[in-house]
């Protein structure tokens, strides 16, 4: 069989002029704030105490350049948002990449059976009279709403 080339995504939307992922593309600023903190000199001496070197934040102008060109050429430069793009999900995926590691605990398909059974009477009796319950039977009308009593103290 023939391999499928990587690229041919890039190629479809440019022929096609749209961008499937746009929403995942941050408003421009974002990309040159996350640089700006990233080069500032709390941040290298953060990554140096904590990594033992500077980190790389050539990304984030990337991204930063990417992203002006896209949004000034109103969508039409589809292989910069296409870049941008995918660095976003390379940059989810790398803060995903523990989640998907953790064979710890088994993941559900759907809730439990009993999630929204009654809370035990020891629960219900401490939460007797608290102003989370008040406030709750307020919105659920099951109370008339109080007015809350207020004080001014003035100073003489």
Known sequence: MAKKPENTDIKSNSTKNTLND????????LYKDEYDDCASFKARFHQYFIFGQDT????????????????????????AGAAVVKSEEERRLTRLRAHF???????????????????????????ENTYLEIKQKELSGLAAPQEEERSLCVIM
Do not use: F
């Open 56 to 79: 790389d934040c050539s990304q984030w102008l990337t991204d930063y350049r990417n992203c002006e060109r896209y949004q000034q050429s109103n969508g039409n430069d589809v292989a």
């Open 101 to 127: 590691a953790n064979d710890t605990w088994q993941k559900r398909k759907q809730p439990p059976a009993d999630w929204a059974s009654p809370l035990p009477d020891w629960m219900e009796k401490r939460n």
């Open 22 to 29: 746009a929403w995942a593309i941050r408003p421009c600023h």
